[in-house]
């Protein structure tokens, strides 16, 4: 007669029955549920915490690239040395031909949108308060290619107005006190050449547009002007600062550099936003993996559990176990039995981890939103996290992570007391019944 296939019909059937043992029968179920429980807020932090670092990630990528460009070019200084006093100096002129240099940079293939602007900075005043900011000068039509800025659900004004002034950012508006229609004094260092040398420059501007970008570092700091009144307010006339370049693939920027650089021209530099928070980022996935590393050790001490269960359901099932192999089981279906003991355990707390882990992703943002609310905005700070809100991004990769890791930890831990039940003895387990 052939023996039964592993993993047959009744092995599921015993394990079963051991996995609903009553606490008359050794509290055996009381550990099984102990188990399941660490295991699956194991599984659930483990999968909201990638989530979030996913999310947070995400945001601060697509708030960074939706205010700024993936990549400027700019021309370096010029050396110049004074034929009468052998003295260096240094002269910074702008792009004279940044028409010509952004049709050469537009046509660079994967290249997708380009913006001349000036940039300077200046003091803004309004309502004896002040503001160093950055100013950009730039063409209605570019400024409206940057999604972050020209969001209606997270501005105040009309864009189209930004010929007849300014527009600002929401934390710049907050620190001066100023809404749409309120005039703002520009103030520059670099003023209008006198008989007693330069004199600063200032002007007032009506405020026309207040975004926000989704960065507070953007929103306290910068400010944009009609290209043409930069032009004339920082004496660039005729030239541009720099050249902001927009391509299709802002992760892969780093592979455009030496194309940009080929078609700006000699003497022209680049600087992708990877430049200015590559190392931020590279720190955020160092981070990444130890966040992982560290969950999966609170996964790996709830999987013990099963352990522990397993062993108190061998030492009470050592009777059962003597009358299974005197029946004719081999020490293989013992093994599978008490195997599968430990993986149902691990298979149902993987299972229920991930529902609510899932659950809290989804809700993370409502969640983070009613603690800081008690805490009176002290759990989650703007200026420090450099967002405005705690996002998380569930990924079907991350919920595979903590899916595999959960079963093949569950699955380990039960090899252990399931051998130890396999080899048990039948004369022994039965010499004292």
Not at 35 to 50: E, F, K
Not at 318 to 334: H, N, P, Q, S
């Amino acid at each position: 007669m052939a023996s039964p296939a592993p993993f047959s019909r009744y092995e599921f059937l015993i394990a079963w029955r051991y996995l609903r043992a009553r606490r008359a029968e050794g509290g055996v179920s009381v550990m099984t549920w102990i188990s399941m429980i660490g295991i699956a807020l194991g599984v659930m932090a483990l999968i909201a915490t990638l989530a979030v670092r996913t999310g947070f990630r995400t945001e601060l990528v697509d708030a960074t690239l939706g205010a700024n460009a993936h990549t400027t070019v700019y021309t370096g200084p010029q050396f110049i040395e004074n034929d009468l006093t052998g003295e260096t100096y240094v002269v910074q002129n702008g792009i004279k031909d940044y028409l010509e240099m952004a049709e050469r940079l537009a046509a660079v293939q994967g290249v997708t949108h380009v913006t001349p602007v000036v940039s300077g900075q200046g003091m803004l005043s309004a309502n004896d308060n002040s503001n160093v900011a950055q100013i950009f000068g730039i063409t209605l039509e570019d400024l409206k290619a940057m999604p972050r800025i020209v969001d209606p659900q997270n501005a105040v004004g009309d864009v189209e107005n930004l010929g007849n002034g300014i527009a600002i950012g929401s934390g710049i508006a907050r620190d001066l006190a100023l809404g749409v229609g309120d005039t703002v004094q520009l103030m520059a260092a670099k003023g209008a050449q006198t008989a007693f040398g330069t004199a600063p420059r200032v002007k007032s501007y009506e405020v026309v547009f207040i975004f926000q970008s989704g960065r507070p570092d953007v929103d306290r700091a910068r400010a944009y002007l009609p290209m043409e009144e930069a032009q004339s307010y920082f004496n660039r006339e005729g030239a541009a600062d720099e050249i902001q370049v927009y391509v299709d693939d802002p992760e892969r920027v780093a592979d455009w550099t030496l194309p940009l650089m080929q078609a700006a021209g000699e003497g022209a530099q680049v600087w992708s936003w990877l430049d200015a928070s590559g190392g931020y980022l590279q720190a955020l996935d160092m981070e990444d993996d130890v966040m992982f590393v560290i969950m999966s050790v609170l996964v790996l001490i709830a999987s013990m559990n099963i352990t522990s269960g397993l062993i108190m359901l061998v030492k009470n099932k050592g009777r059962d176990i003597g009358i299974l192999r005197t029946m004719g089981l081999t020490e293989g279906a013992v093994l599978r039995v008490f195997f599968l003991c430990g993986a149902f355990t691990g298979i149902i707390g993987t299972i229920v981890g991930v529902v609510l882990g899932v659950l809290l992703a989804l809700n993370v943002d409502s969640i983070m939103a009613a603690i800081n609310f008690i805490t009176d905005g002290g759990a989650w700070q703007p200026e420090v996290r450099g967002i405005y809100r705690l996002p998380a991004e569930l990924r079907l990769y991350d919920i595979l992570r903590a899916v595999g890791l959960s079963l093949t930890l569950s699955f380990i831990v039960t090899i252990f007391p399931a051998r130890r039940a396999a080899r048990m003895n039948p004369v022994e387990a039965l010499r004292y019944e």
